[in-house]
């Protein structure tokens, strides 16, 4: 990893040991907040190239396959009468719509179009805030 970073100008990272470990590594780097913060909802829809907006839908970011996630998202689907769509690595069989190996331009995206976002992490969720 030491030998890819001498490419970089500049380093940031989220976290306090990032920065110690970077230290360790021979680099400095700055810790800054998370990194999705640092554009505004322009900068972000700039890179929302797709468009999901014709359709009502859950989107789930589940890349565990929790059972929790899945009877949330089927109950909640079915109570709002809307589609769920899936974006991820793979496939998740409960899903409408799986938007499999995508870039971060249709999970922008996908986030943006949302009736709602259920994910199991706190920083997936980080987007819905801003887009």
């Not at 990194?35 to 999901?52: H, T």
């Not at 789930?60 to 899936?86: G, H, Q, T």
């Given at each position: 990893?030491?030998?890819?970073?001498?490419?970089?100008?500049?380093?940031?990272?989220?976290?306090?040991?990032?920065?110690?470990?970077?230290?360790?590594?021979?680099?400095?780097?700055?810790?800054?907040?998370?990194?999705?913060?640092?554009?505004?909802?322009?900068?972000?829809?700039?890179?929302?190239?797709?468009?999901?907006?014709?359709?009502?839908?859950?989107?789930?970011?589940?890349?565990?396959?929790?059972?929790?996630?899945?009877?949330?998202?089927?109950?909640?689907?079915?109570?709002?009468?809307?589609?769920?769509?899936?974006?991820?690595?793979?496939?998740?069989?409960?899903?409408?719509?799986?938007?499999?190996?995508?870039?971060?331009?249709?999970?922008?995206?996908?986030?943006?179009?949302?009736?709602?976002?259920?994910?199991?992490?706190?920083?997936?969720?980080?987007?819905?805030?801003i887009v």
């Amino acid at each position: 990893m030491a030998e890819q970073l001498k490419n970089f100008d500049a380093i940031s990272v989220r976290e306090e040991s990032g920065v110690k470990l970077l230290k360790v590594l021979g680099y400095n780097g700055v810790q800054v907040c998370d990194p999705v913060f640092l554009l505004d909802r322009e900068k972000w829809n700039k890179l929302a190239f797709y468009d999901f907006s014709n359709q009502k839908y859950i989107l789930v970011y589940d890349f565990e396959s929790n059972p929790k996630i899945e009877c949330l998202a089927l109950r909640m689907a079915k109570r709002l009468r809307c589609k769920i769509y899936s974006i991820g690595p793979y496939r998740l069989s409960y899903a409408d719509k799986n938007l499999i190996y995508y870039g971060p331009d249709a999970f922008v995206s996908a986030i943006r179009d949302a009736f709602c976002v259920e994910c199991l992490v706190f920083w997936s969720i980080m987007p819905c805030l801003i887009v």
